[in-house]
């Protein structure tokens, strides 16, 4: 189908704006932020490999500039593109320790949303070649417009959340995002610049048989954990599932809810809440799992009505088709029971 018959993301985010209920174009200017910026980062990312090649990496580059981690100066960008554009008050971002306050010169502190973002999520690919992504998650304030952003405005339960999002960029790159009604897909034609919707209202099927996770890390796994492998392991109905686990959430994510499966992220021996952290890449990706009709749990409990307490803090994650969680929170719950 030629380009010109597809709709953009720009078309897409004027044609929508009407289904929000905050449509100011505020938001539209936020959107259109994080969609500069993923290009920004996608043509760096692409071109690590070149630095690398031509041995510019960890150095200065050709232009005897400093050579900054991808994932700092994916971070920079990020903030960059969204701090000038007037329509945050805040940015809380993996890559820091506190959240940003954002004094707009036009507005002030009179912005109303916050985002929180992980800026190039899984980024020891990149040195292998391996795809990586950007996750972004979107609140509205709940101080008041006009006064500096706080901690609260950052630490809301993800069910608050109004909008979530992640950038992958792999074979080709994709913005995925919902604003509560439903989740679209879009793909980057790098030639144009230009996002085209590619997959519209994305849903996770029911069933899957694919799971994901390190199980380098069996040994440590929590019993119900382990119950729940061996289930997927054994030769019974439709199984055995098939293992499939890159090491970069937005990838196993992506190819999930094309394709039916689980990813875990579970606790462990001595990371008792696991790895992933809740506001900026469980939360975002358990608002897009489930507003494609997946499910996302922390194996007991749904990830969205955890009270967040810290802006760092970690959550097992167990996300996807539905009925496949389902069965690993039985596994779960049967365990508990026998404690
Ligand atoms: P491990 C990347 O660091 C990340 O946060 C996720 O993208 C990925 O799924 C996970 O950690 C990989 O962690 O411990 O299996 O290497």
Not at 11 to 16: A, H
Not at 247 to 258: A, K, Q, T, Y
């Amino acid at each position: 189908m030629a380009e010109q018959s597809l709709q953009t993301l720009g078309e897409f985010l004027i044609e929508k704006q009407d289904d929000f209920q905050y449509s100011t174009g505020e938001f539209s200017r936020l959107l259109s932020a994080i969609r500069l910026a993923s290009k920004v980062v996608n043509r760096e990312v692409n071109k690590a490999g070149i630095a690398d090649i031509i041995g510019v990496a960890g150095k200065t580059n050709i232009q005897g500039e400093a050579q900054q981690k991808l994932d700092v100066l994916a971070n920079e960008i990020f903030i960059t593109a969204l701090s000038q554009r007037e329509v945050v008050c805040g940015i809380a971002s993996e890559e820091n320790d506190d959240y940003i306050e954002i004094k707009s010169a036009a507005n002030g502190h009179l912005s109303k949303y916050v985002v929180l973002i992980d800026p190039l999520d899984g980024s020891s690919n990149i040195d292998v070649n391996v795809s990586v992504g950007t996750i972004f998650s979107i609140y509205r304030r709940v101080t008041e417009p006009g006064n500096p952003v706080e901690l609260k405005d950052f630490l809301q339960k993800g069910s608050a959340q109004i909008a979530a999002g992640y950038v992958v960029y792999g074979s080709s790159t994709m913005i995925v995002y919902t604003t509560g009604n439903g989740v679209n897909g879009f793909t980057l034609d790098p030639s144009l610049g230009t996002y085209y919707l590619s997959h519209p209202k994305m849903q996770f099927p029911s069933e899957g048989k694919i799971y994901s996770v390190n199980e380098g890390n069996y040994i440590k796994f929590p019993q119900g954990v382990k119950n729940y492998l061996k289930y997927c392991q054994m030769m019974e109905g439709d199984r055995p599932y098939t293992s499939r686990y890159i090491g970069s959430l937005v990838s196993d994510f992506h190819r999930n809810m094309i394709k039916g499966g689980i990813y875990l992220y579970p606790s462990y021996a001595n990371a008792p809440n696991g790895k992933l952290r809740l506001l900026y890449e469980c939360n975002p990706m358990a608002f897009i799992a489930e507003q494609a009709g997946g499910k996302a749990s922390n194996g007991f409990e749904r990830i969205m009505d955890i009270e967040p307490t810290e802006l760092h803090q970690r959550v097992p994650f167990f996300c996807g088709s539905r009925t496949m969680v389902e069965k690993a929170e039985e596994f779960m719950r049967m365990d508990a029971v026998k404690d």
